[in-house]
């Protein structure tokens, strides 16, 4: 069984398959439990749901834990809603995060292309990929894009950068929304980006509210929180 092959002009270098070299937990126990430790090193994991489930609060626990295990994480923030005093407040080193704000897909995989030549950086989270637009809309003055051209962005993204995330074992979070896919028949929700975003990620985090949580202040009961049910719908790691 072979890793990788890398060709050089007259050598190959060979390693075998081993396990994952480490995990990257989210310090929530039951969801770490789920995730067998964490989040695998080399590999795309999809967080995806509806609105307001708390996707963005989960990535930005496993970017604190990354932090407090010597991790220099780099978040792409595409829905322009990033709170630093939040952040914190989950226990975010803000001074020390590589923050990004991007709106364009092509430009994001090449930036996430070129930062992984840097050791020391193990998670990438793009927070989220449903709203990043292909540079074609850009270009165009009535603003829109040509069918398929978001799912065809992103899959050209990530051919680009799945091998140098493998061999530098680092981790690509992407966090997504739901979209009605509507058919004659039928209308259900499935996650952006495409078929091969969905067949590019090794694990596939589904993310619903199961209830909310409220508490009693002068005799009226104040929305306090919900309670979020995490599936792991997808999952091709040991």
Do not use: W
Not at 17 to 33: A, C, H, Q, T, Y
Not at 175 to 198: A, C, F, H, W
Request: charged fraction near 25%; include cysteine; hydrophobic fraction near 35%.
């Amino acid at each position: 069984r072979i890793r990788y092959i890398k060709m050089h002009e007259k050598e190959g270098v060979y390693l075998p398959v081993g396990e994952v070299k480490f995990r990257i937990p989210s310090d929530i126990v039951s969801l770490d439990r789920l995730l067998g430790g964490g989040l695998p090193s080399g590999k795309i994991i999809q967080l995806y749901g509806h609105e307001f489930v708390g996707k963005s609060s989960i990535a930005l626990h496993f970017i604190a834990s990354a932090q407090r295990r010597g991790y220099n994480p780099v978040f792409i923030d595409a829905e322009n809603k990033y709170d630093s005093n939040y952040a914190k407040a989950i226990g975010v080193d803000v001074d020390n995060l590589y923050y990004i704000g991007q709106s364009f897909i092509e430009i994001t995989f090449s930036m996430i292309y070129d930062m992984l030549q840097d050791p020391t950086i193990k998670l990438f989270v793009i927070d989220s990929i449903a709203s990043l637009s292909p540079q074609i809309i850009d270009e165009k003055e009535d603003a829109t894009s040509p069918i398929g051209s978001h799912a065809r962005a992103i899959q050209n993204g990530i051919n680009r950068i799945k091998n140098r995330l493998f061999e530098n074992d680092a981790i690509l979070l992407i966090v997504n929304q739901e979209r009605t896919d509507i058919k004659p028949q039928y209308s259900s929700l499935k996650p952006t980006g495409g078929m091969g975003l969905q067949y590019a990620s090794s694990i596939k985090i589904d993310c619903t509210v199961t209830s909310a949580n409220r508490i009693e202040v002068d005799k009226a009961r104040l929305l306090s929180g919900f309670t979020t049910q995490l599936l792991i719908k997808k999952s091709q790691c040991p």
